[in-house]
Nanobody, 123 residues
């Protein structure tokens, strides 16, 4: 069983930055996709950013393109999400996810999920 643990969420003012981390209990190299999703109140969970080694592609939601950057450190078994120029509409619970096959579905469907970390963007 793989465990994913997110950290780094919190309260930040509009225009600010946060870096989320996701620590995996096993090797992230065993997954063909790792990513970040978010769910705002009353909304569906959506893909924010996802690295797919199967597709050889990094996916970003249009709403975060140019502001957020996903990265991974295989030596530390950790995935990061650097979030800059944060907006109130970025407020959500952010989830780390991993997939064995390597897909990065837009609305979920990954094999493993963390419990989430809350990000609130407000003045």
């Amino acid at each position: 069983q793989v465990h994913l643990v997110e950290s780094g969420g919190g309260l930040v003012q509009p225009g600010g930055s946060l870096r989320l981390s996701c620590a995996a209990s096993g090797s992230i190299s065993s997954f063909n996709a790792v990513g970040w999703y978010r769910q705002a109140p009353g909304k569906e969970r959506e893909r924010v950013a996802c690295i797919s080694s199967r597709d050889r592609k990094i996916y970003y939601a249009d709403s975060v393109q140019g502001r957020f950057t996903i990265s991974s450190d295989a030596a530390k078994n950790t995935v990061y999400l650097q979030m800059n120029s944060l907006k109130p509409e970025d407020t959500a619970v952010y989830y780390c996810a991993a997939d064995v096959i390597g897909s990065c579905p837009v609305y979920g469907g990954m094999d493993y999920w963390g419990k989430g970390t809350r990000v609130t963007v407000s003045s």
